[in-house]
């Protein structure tokens, strides 16, 4: 296992830079997610981290050793694609040990480390076929134990699970983790799935437009989000989001609506501030419908556009403030459109962006 440490790295193409001197270090034997929309410059990033695509400026290091100038096949790294890239013609044990055979690695060197990445990830029983007697399932962890059997230092894992279907997705997302697990090594995966960065990552690396936006835990990121975009982006439904102003105590909606401050953030906010307000879903709830309802909460009554049952929950379009909002019924039952509702709306989990910066209040 090895740690990776990224230092003002930059990446132009031609005259564009894409990517804008990012820091990161990663650890011995962490799993990192690298999230963010298409163009983000997270792809980017891992194709420098494997020296597939050149940095054109700052360093890059693993284990101490800076690799800038180092081809890939001396990085000691193995990388996964969407594409798996197998060779038809082969079997699994075939692709599974083709690349040791290049490398002039011994016979016995060769079977054993193909039967050890085989037990790891249940391909025993599927030796003999060729890949197109797999599913995309079965494929993807050949492709996963070709990278194994090269004992690497790191993973990079370039979205992998793109290919495959919703309940594939889930699936293989359990089998990394339990691979993480069994082989203990250095992670360094790419995902545009912010469900995939939640349920696997140690830390989670959000960017944006080739800037990192935020690195923490799923819970930090998830909790505490630095900005909206990262508020916007991680979670499923989003965060409800609507502009206002602070006058004295109170949060004040372009329609004359007002709620209390959030108590948390009463010292952060100043007279007069326009301000983002931010709620998930999950937190703006029908009064007697949510899993917990201590602490600052308010009570507003909204109109309902559409309910979604979706079997232990509901979510419940609304709107606010001239703005389509989203609130949870975890108590389910049929919800009719233009019904009114008073939400539970829990100020303890609330949040305030300033609506210039469009920074969290809390940040510094």
Not at 127 to 153: F, K, N, Y
Not at 190 to 195: A, E, R
Not at 283 to 294: K, L, N, R, V
Request: charged residues 25%.
């Amino acid at each position: 296992m090895s740690s990776i440490n990224l230092k003002k790295v930059v990446k132009f193409y031609g005259k564009t830079e894409v990517v804008h001197g990012i820091d990161l270090d990663i650890d011995h034997n962490e799993f990192v997610v690298l999230v963010g929309p298409s163009g983000c410059g997270k792809s980017t990033t891992l194709r420098m981290i494997a020296g597939l695509e050149e940095i054109s400026d700052g360093e890059i290091s693993i284990d101490d050793t800076i690799v800038n100038e180092l081809p890939p096949r001396k990085r000691n790294i193995s990388m996964v694609f969407q594409n798996y890239a197998l060779y038809p013609h082969m079997s699994v044990r075939e692709n599974l040990g083709f690349g040791l055979k290049i490398a002039k690695q011994p016979e016995a060197v060769v079977k054993q480390r193909v039967s050890e990445a085989a037990d790891i990830l249940g391909l025993s029983e599927l030796m003999d076929r060729t890949p197109a007697e797999l599913s995309g399932g079965q494929r993807q962890r050949v492709a996963m134990g070709r990278a194994i059997v090269r004992h690497p230092q790191a993973f990079l894992f370039d979205e992998p699970l793109s290919n495959l279907d919703a309940k594939l997705r889930v699936q293989m997302r359990t089998e990394i983790k339990k691979l993480h697990q069994k082989v203990a090594t250095t992670v360094v995966y790419v995902t545009h799935d912010q469900v995939e960065a939640m349920t696997l990552a140690d830390r989670i690396v959000v960017m944006k437009d080739g800037y990192i936006e935020q690195v923490g835990t799923p819970m930090q990121v998830f909790n505490h989000p630095k900005n909206t975009f990262v508020a916007s982006f991680i979670g499923s439904p989003p965060m409800n989001q609507l502009p206002a102003r602070i006058e004295g105590q109170t949060v004040v909606f372009d329609d004359g609506t007002k709620l209390p401050v959030p108590g948390h953030l009463a010292d952060k906010v100043r007279e007069g501030q326009q301000v983002i307000f931010g709620i998930r879903p999950d937190d703006m709830t029908p009064e007697g419908h949510g899993i917990q309802e201590t602490g600052q909460s308010t009570i507003l009554e909204l109109k309902v556009d559409l309910a979604e049952l979706l079997g232990t929950e509901t979510l419940i379009y609304t709107s606010l403030a001239g703005q389509e909002i989203q609130g949870k019924m975890f108590d389910p039952r049929d919800v009719s459109p233009g019904e009114v509702l008073k939400f539970r709306v829990s100020l303890d989990k609330a949040h305030l962006f300033d609506a210039a910066t469009q920074q969290s209040v809390s940040v510094g």
